[in-house]
């Protein structure tokens, strides 16, 4: 595959933190809510092996906040997602599917429920912010709806625990998983959430402050020498091993969250009003049409640049894969794929076409590990 340079502008914007991981050696971007997102460090088998052993630092400020506070904020928040938020509380971070009024998604992000009339929803890619606006002008709703400059570090890897305990105390691995609270460093409080799009444990720093934001990331690498700590990015095969799901990757607009598997997410049976209620109620009441599962392919290597055909022995479309990677755990590619009901089984055999050559492969349950 022959590779091509990003050109940089204002509008596909730098982080505060993009001068260091380029001096620290990225190799590649991809571009997340209008902004560098770090794609490799080298070989992403490498980095792999690393952040499941180790601990790394990385520049996720492309997960944007879209901050929403006033009198209806509660109830615009709730309007948004179908998951039930009527119990939630403040201090803790909860996975929410965002859908539309015909149960599309239109982003997973983890939304903070910073005060009672205060909330950040950390979105995955795609314009939430126009969303949102559009819902409450509609609505006539009392609230504040914009983009603070918030830029968060992740720090994550089975060594993240003793790293951040050395600088920020004790209470910080006391903290519940998608709990958070406010840590001081170098005059500034930073709001810290035990969360990461890793499942190998760690935090999340959401700087505000971005002088003390700068001297932490130093401090995380100087602290860090011991742990082996290296500057990373969300792991193409971490995350599908582990079935964290990327919005536009593996579902976009034209799914909905219960073909997604993200039923844990959805609440409809209980009082609280959302968009498209009814219509994932006759959804869930017709049952699904095609499922998101895993897949394993008998094949050592994959780039998955757009959507690729599964097809059974009649040559049949049968689903349609939509991530994948080699995977050095399976040693087989591994993959997150779109099947049609009623192939979306486990055991299910489907053929598919890479670079020209046929290969078999395998529907299986998620996440792999
Ligand atoms: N952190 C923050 N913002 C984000 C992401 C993040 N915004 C964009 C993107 N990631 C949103 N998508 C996800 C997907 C999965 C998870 C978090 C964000 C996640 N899921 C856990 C799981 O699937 O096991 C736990 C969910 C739960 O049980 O509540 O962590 O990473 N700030």
Redesign the pocket.
Known sequence: MKNYFVAKSRRLRSTPYTSRIENQGVTAYSVYNHMLLPAAFGSLEDSYHHLKKHVQVWD?AG?RQVEISGKDSAKLVQLMTCRDLSKSKVGR???CPIIDDRAGLIN???ILKLREDRWWV???DSDVILFAKGLAIGNSFDVKIFEPNVN?LAVQGPKSFKLMEIIFGKKIVEMKF?GFDYFEFAGAKHLI?R???S?QGGY?IYVENIESGLALYDKLFEVGKEFNVKPGCPNLIERIES???S?GNDMDNNDNPLECGLD??VNLDTEVNFLGKEKLKEVRNKGIARKLMGVIIESKEINVAKSINLTNDKNLKIGELRSGVYSPHFKKVIGIAMLDKPYYEISQTFKISINGDVFEGKVCDLPFI
């Open positions: 996720v997960e971070c909860y996975y997973d992000p983890v950390s979105i995955a968060i998608f959430a969360s990461g799009w499942k999340e079935a964290l799901l919005y844990k997410y």
